[in-house]
């Protein structure tokens, strides 16, 4: 940790040398300078490509913690205290130790605003050759079709890395098709669990949890006209069809979880009409 006035960093020294610190304390002003990009709720830029000096290919993500729905407007990136920033560095941090397939986190910055608040901005390393799969799915749309085999081997990878997460403790706040990467998707695909923004770390996670966060992903390709032209039924069930398997005890009764996933989301259109 390093602190000059109203800014702290943090610094993970496995991936950024601490004694060339400076660019983290001008993040603001660099990243106007860079290509960004618009995060999922924010409606806005606040997510970077960086590829600072010293740092090898492919470079860094610099994302700028801000505030979606109600609060969007209201408060935008001013956040109450620094714990929220701090934890989902931690979270990554022990996620990453734990073998749980996830963005490694590089920086921290921090900075004091007015009373209680403070802005952020989350440095992590960036996964070459990757798509989320919202974007996946808009490629595919374009005209880059996906072979049969790869979409069965990238279901078995996302259905493996959401396992890993929750084998290593971890219980995601809102995964989606924007939160999962697939990296060479049309060759050797691997896939990437990110943005532990909200996680939980468990000592145990129950199937309840683990069956919240397969219906949320699920869920996700019902709400973008692109996933839902792209990902098949088949790809869905498949998906969640792996994940049970992994597991001796749940893995007779894949039938009965995946019947109450299709009422989860009959509960989950009833509540919103």
Request: glycine share 6%; hydrophobic share 35%.
């Amino acid at each position: 940790m390093c602190r000059r006035d109203a800014v702290t960093v943090y610094v993970n020294k496995r991936l950024w040398p601490p004694e060339n610190i400076d660019p983290l304390f001008r993040l603001p002003r660099i990243v106007e300078d860079l290509t960004g990009f618009t995060s999922r709720s924010a409606d806005r830029i606040t997510v970077w490509n960086w590829q600072p000096d010293r740092v090898p290919e492919p470079g860094l993500v610099v994302r700028k913690f801000v505030h979606g729905g109600l609060l969007r407007n209201l408060t935008g990136g001013w956040f109450w205290g620094t714990e929220r920033m701090r934890n989902e560095m931690r979270l990554g941090l022990d996620a990453v130790e734990r073998g749980v397939p996830t963005c490694r986190p590089v920086a921290l910055r921090t900075e004091h605003a007015m009373g209680p608040f403070y802005t952020g901005y989350y440095v992590t390393e960036r996964i070459p050759n990757s798509l989320n799969l919202r974007d996946l799915c808009r490629d595919i749309q374009e005209g880059r079709r996906l072979a049969p085999q790869s979409r069965r081997l990238i279901a078995r990878q996302i259905a493996g890395a959401i396992a890993d997460m929750h084998d290593a403790g971890l219980v995601h706040a809102d995964l989606n098709l924007k939160n999962v990467l697939v990296r060479n998707p049309r060759s050797r695909p691997e896939a990437f669990v990110i943005d532990l923004d909200g996680a939980q770390m468990r000592q145990d996670v129950s199937l309840s949890h683990r069956l919240d966060n397969l219906v949320r992903l699920d869920r996700s390709v019902l709400k973008w006209p692109s996933s839902r032209k792209v990902i098949t039924l088949q790809d869905r069930l498949r998906t969640c069809k792996v994940y049970l398997e992994r597991y001796r005890e749940w893995a007779p009764h894949w039938k009965k979880y995946l019947r109450n996933r299709a009422t989860r989301h009959l509960r989950h259109a009833l509540s919103r009409k």
